[in-house]
């Protein structure tokens, strides 16, 4: 049968994975934000030049 120390160890062990998680996910979740931002960006710099490209041949849009 588990003793009271033994219960405390356990919880000491589990509280520092998750902490060690916790920090891997906020990591990952850091990682996740730029990517995402880079690409949004890199889509509406090519959003704009596909209508300049459109204003300047004379057709229109094909954005919805």
Known sequence: MLT???????????????????KRFDKLER??????????????KLLQRIEKIEEH???NSASL
Not at 9 to 18: A, F, H, V
Not at 35 to 43: A, E, G, H, K, S
């Open 57 to 59: 041949l004379g057709i």
């Open 4 to 22: 009271k120390t033994d219960l405390n160890e356990i919880g000491k062990i589990l509280k520092s994975t998750e902490i060690r998680l916790d």
């Open 31 to 44: 990682k996740l934000d730029y990517t995402i931002n880079f690409l949004d960006r890199d889509y509406l």
